[in-house]
Nanobody, 130 residues
Framework: DVQLQASGGGLVQPGGSLRLSCAASGFVFNIYYMTWVSQAPGKEREWVSC????????YYADSVKGRFTISRDNAKNTVYLQMNSLKPEDTAVYYCAAVSSIAVKTFSTWYANKDEYDYWGQGTQVTVSS
């Protein structure tokens, strides 16, 4: 069975940091682009960041650029999201998702829609509050 198990969320004060992890299993991890998508309460999902299958290219939403860093360890089948300088508006459930390196070539933009991805995880809650 395919699993994407996100973890590392929690409650943090503004300006603080968190490191999210997403452990993958059941598919060939190193041929998939890995993405983080967020969904704040009462709002639509937003694409946050993506990393290429080979670990060579990273992409960020403008809202997180310079504060978040995506990385992956293909030996551990895990993708990470280092979140620094957190703001209350970063409060959301964060999901990890996978799309094959072939399918991603059809993307005209970075999608937050679950249907655009091959695999989707269960999410981890991040709350930024004093």
């Amino acid at each position: 069975d395919v699993q994407l198990q996100a973890s590392g969320g929690g409650l943090v004060q503004p300006g603080g940091s968190l490191r999210l992890s997403c452990a993958a299993s059941g598919f060939v991890f190193n041929i998939y682009y890995m993405t983080w998508v967020s969904q704040a309460p009462g709002k639509e999902r937003e694409w946050v960041s993506c990393i290429s299958s080979s670990n060579s290219r990273t992409y960020y939403a403008d809202s997180v650029k310079g504060r978040f860093t995506i990385s992956r360890d293909n030996a551990k089948n895990t993708v990470y999201l280092q979140m620094n300088s957190l703001k209350p508006e970063d409060t959301a459930v964060y999901y990890c998702a996978a799309v094959s390196s072939i399918a991603v070539k059809t993307f005209s933009t970075w999608y937050a829609n679950k249907d655009e991805y091959d695999y989707w995880g269960q999410g981890t809650q991040v709350t930024v509050s004093s």
